[in-house]
Structure formats: C-alpha cells, structure tokens
C-alpha cells in the first residue's frame, strides 16, 4: 500500500531517535525524546488551500524538522509515518 497526499500534505517517515547519550548512558524507550528530524517520502501537488494558492517547497529525500506534536502517525506495513501540512514543517536540514 502506498500513501499518495493530497494537497498541501507530506507523508514523512521519523528518523531513529539516539538510543544512548554523548557520555554512554543507554536511553530506555520511554527516556528518549520523540525525534523531531524526519525525512520526507511523500509530497502533495499543493494548489489552492483555504483560498490560497499553495507552492510545495520540500521534496522527497528531504530531511526536515517538524514541531514536537505535529501532524498524524499512521502505520503502512511495519513502517511508521507521519502526514503534516506542509506549514508544521520548520525547517529544511541540510548536510
């Protein structure tokens, strides 16, 4: 099964939260901050949203951050993914 987003939507998929700390402490699950950096593998044609005319900036491949409880979690599979609009998105991380 596929997500295909409509509008201004972005399928987005969480990357992997850091399971130990700069020192070597092993993190528990529910000690480690949910990951806020996630890499964008869906995007929606954009268009017009609530009267305006809407330009998707972000691609797929792209890594993003997004706000701590942005967006939808929906499972595809074993994947885990996250649908936001693209204005939850805050910024775009680049290497």
Excluded: H
């Excluded at 593998?41 to 951050?65: C, L, Q, S, T």
């Excluded at 936001?84 to 680049?94: G, K, M, S």
């Amino acid at each position: 099964m596929e997500l295909i987003p409509l509008f201004d939507r972005v399928v987005l998929k969480m990357c992997e939260a850091e399971t130990t700390t700069k020192s070597g402490i092993i993190l528990t699950e529910t000690a480690a901050e949910k990951p806020q950096v996630a890499e964008v593998v869906a995007v929606g044609p954009g268009g017009m949203v609530d009267g305006f005319d809407v330009d998707m900036v972000v691609e797929v491949g792209d890594k993003v951050i997004i706000g701590k409880y942005a967006g939808t979690e929906v499972k595809i599979g074993d994947d885990k993914c996250i649908i936001v609009r693209q204005n939850d998105i805050l910024a775009r991380v680049e290497d």
